[in-house]
């Protein structure tokens, strides 16, 4: 598969993709460290640093990941939600998905959204998968299942175009 890492960090979901056999195309994240990291990382990958200002996902692109921005999200945040200035950013997942259908999109972030205003937030992104025919599931797994010596839970949500 060929993949675009959206607020990739410094590439986690692009790197055991890769180890996997997978190519990553594109790679967007505003932080200038993790710009270095990801240009080293993966050198024949494209790159822009704003979501906000990316006009479309490569047509070559099977998979989007995302682990777009918590801090609204996040019970230790400011629990504005999907309203949030920061986690409001998924909104440009769907809005580059709307100009191109990317057959798969893996998306990543804290448990606490399912709980937030009622379970608020993870209705509005199903949803708007469902709305673009997309199938989807989610589960939220530790770290510490891993053999990782920390905890920390976070919710995977993979939504698919293919049966």
Same mark, same amino acid.
């Given at each position: 598969m060929n993949i675009a890492g959206l607020f990739a960090g410094i590439g986690g979901f692009e790197l055991g993709l890769h180890r996997a056999g997978h190519s990553t195309e594109l790679l967007c994240d505003v932080l200038p $460290?993790? $710009?270095a990291v990801l240009k080293t990382? @993966?050198?024949h990958a494209g790159y822009h640093s704003?979501?906000?200002s990316l +006009?479309? =996902?490569p047509s070559s692109v099977d998979l989007v990941c995302a682990g777009f921005p918590c801090q609204d999200l996040s019970q230790a945040g400011q629990t504005a939600g999907l309203d949030g200035d920061r986690s409001g950013l998924i909104g440009e997942v769907f809005r580059l998905l709307s100009r191109r259908k990317v057959p798969n999109v893996l998306l990543e972030n804290v448990p606490f959204m399912l709980q937030l205003n009622g379970g608020r937030a993870i209705r509005a992104i *199903?949803?708007? @998968?469902? +709305?673009r025919g997309y199938r989807w599931a989610y589960r939220v797994v530790d770290s510490w299942s891993f053999g990782l010596p920390q905890r920390r839970?976070? *919710?995977f949500l =993979? $939504?698919?175009r293919e049966l």
């Open positions: $460290a993790s $710009a990382r @993966f050198p704003d979501i906000t +006009r479309s =996902l *199903v949803e708007e @998968f469902e +709305r839970e976070r *919710v =993979l $939504a698919s």
